[in-house]
């Protein structure tokens, strides 16, 4: 992307160093994702509960809801027009939520493996359902998780927005990807795992189906992406498979954050194909996760470019020796799930 970050070492941060309040969801108040509060919502686009039970109602394990204050309208058409040398075109967009658990307590990391997986189902599902509209251009699926990281509400939610536009840095890492295919006619993310999983060094955990890593120009102390080893552009066009081994990975990253960062704020994007265009050869999806630990300010304004405090070898090793997690996940994988 010809973005350059500072690693800057004489700042050099552990993850002690970072204040900050932890994440916790305090129950009790009054919460609209709360099952119970269906009706606090617009009604639901998409529920998973047990047969025979109908929408909007109690029983359900997850659910994808409209946005009470969309970003984006989803009626009408974009009528995209001049104004002088300006462009301008109507707010037409999709804005879901997907409400991922209906305990108010329960963070993603605390959710069960086959909870996890359900989330990036439903990830799946919607993106399927709304590349059908030929309005859209992308589907940006993030999560804010803590006040810090920009969630309004604490039970634990992603948003979902399909957006008439690819945005600028989707735009930005998919050029950045095409030069470098054909220049060397290779996929550049397939490179990089390969290369780093070799080296090692900002390596947090590999699967037979992943790569979890720490990149080797980070923007964020504890920036990590997860990568699939399997070449695939587009998310929502991966095998089956591969929704259960990321809800694996996904958790475990996650469960590593809170044990080494003591439950830090957090956002994810995923970053997968624009829908209309063929990014087949040289794009790749992955998930970014960068924990909420540092404030951008007028230097990465100014510049675009960010001074992060850890270096990634650092975040890898720190990541990858928190294995008591892994031991005491181990349990709650075995048991059915609630
Ligand atoms: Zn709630
Ligand atoms: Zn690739
Ligand atoms: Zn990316």
Same mark, same amino acid.
């Given at each position: 992307?010809?973005?350059?970050? !500072?690693?800057?070492?004489?700042?050099?941060?552990?993850?002690?160093?970072?204040?900050?309040e932890p994440?916790?969801?305090?129950?009790?108040?009054?919460?609209p994702?709360c099952?119970?509060?269906?009706?606090?919502?617009?009604?639901?686009?998409?529920?998973?509960?047990?047969?025979?039970?109908g929408?909007?109602?109690?029983?359900?394990?997850?659910r994808v809801?409209?946005n009470?204050?969309?970003a984006?309208?989803?009626e009408?058409?974009?009528?995209?027009?001049?104004?002088?040398? /300006?462009?301008?075109?109507n707010g037409?967009? $999709?804005?879901?939520?997907i409400?991922?658990?209906?305990?108010h307590?329960?963070?993603l990391?605390?959710?069960?493996?086959?909870?996890v997986?359900?989330?990036?189902?439903?990830?799946?599902?919607?993106?399927?359902d709304?590349?059908?509209?030929?309005?859209f251009?992308y589907?940006?699926?993030f999560?804010?998780?803590?006040?810090?990281?920009g969630a309004s509400?604490?039970?634990?939610?992603?948003?979902?927005?399909?957006?008439?536009v690819?945005?600028?840095?989707?735009?930005?890492?998919?050029?950045g990807?095409?030069?470098y295919?054909?220049?060397k006619?290779?996929?550049? /993310?397939?490179?990089?795992?390969?290369?780093? $999983?070799a080296?090692?060094?900002?390596? !947090?955990?590999?699967?037979d189906? /992943?790569?979890?890593l720490?990149?080797?120009?980070?923007?964020?102390?504890?920036?990590?992406?997860?990568?699939?080893?399997?070449h695939?552009? $587009?998310?929502?066009?991966?095998?089956?498979h591969?929704?259960?081994?990321?809800a694996?990975v996904?958790?475990?990253l996650?469960?590593?954050l809170d044990?080494?960062l003591e439950?830090?704020?957090?956002?994810?994007?995923?970053?997968?194909?624009?829908?209309?265009?063929?990014?087949?050869?040289?794009?790749?999806?992955?998930?970014?996760?960068?924990?909420?630990?540092?404030?951008? $300010?007028?230097?990465?304004?100014?510049s675009? /470019?960010y001074?992060n405090?850890?270096?990634?070898?650092?975040?890898a090793?720190?990541?990858r020796?928190?294995?008591?997690?892994?031991?005491a996940e181990?349990?709650?994988?075995l048991?059915?799930?609630?």
């Open positions: 992307m010809g973005r350059w970050v !500072i690693i800057a070492t004489d700042r050099a941060k552990r993850p002690s160093d970072f204040q900050r994440v916790a969801n305090h129950p009790g108040r009054f919460c994702f099952e119970g509060n269906e009706d606090k919502t617009p009604p639901e686009i998409l529920g998973w509960r047990q047969d025979g039970q929408p909007n109602q109690k029983g359900w394990s997850l809801v409209p009470k204050f969309p984006l309208g989803i009408g058409e974009l009528a995209r027009r001049g104004e002088g040398l /300006f462009d301008k075109m037409v967009g $999709a804005h879901e939520v409400v991922e658990t209906p305990d307590t329960k963070s990391a605390q959710l069960t493996e086959k909870r997986e359900d989330v990036l189902w439903a990830y799946r599902d919607r993106m399927l709304l590349k059908k509209d030929k309005r251009r589907v940006l699926i999560k804010n998780h803590g006040e810090a990281a509400l604490e039970h634990s939610h992603s948003q979902l927005i399909a957006l008439p690819v945005p600028i840095y989707v735009r930005e890492e998919v050029e990807a095409k030069t295919y054909n220049f006619e290779r996929c550049i /993310f397939c490179d990089i795992i390969r290369q780093e $999983a080296s090692g060094a900002r390596v !947090i955990q590999e699967t189906h /992943f790569l979890v720490a990149p080797y120009a980070p923007r964020f102390p504890f920036e990590t992406w997860i990568l699939p080893k399997q695939e552009s $587009a998310f929502e066009d991966s095998q089956s591969v929704f259960e081994s990321l694996r996904l958790k475990r996650l469960q590593k044990q080494v439950y830090p704020p957090y956002n994810y994007v995923l970053h997968t194909s624009p829908l209309t265009e063929n990014t087949q050869d040289y794009y790749h999806w992955h998930l970014e996760v960068m924990p909420k630990l540092t404030k951008v $300010a007028g230097f990465e304004w100014g675009g /470019f001074i405090p850890t270096p990634p070898e650092e975040t090793r720190f990541l020796e928190a294995s008591l997690v892994e031991q181990r349990k709650p994988v048991s059915p799930s609630p």
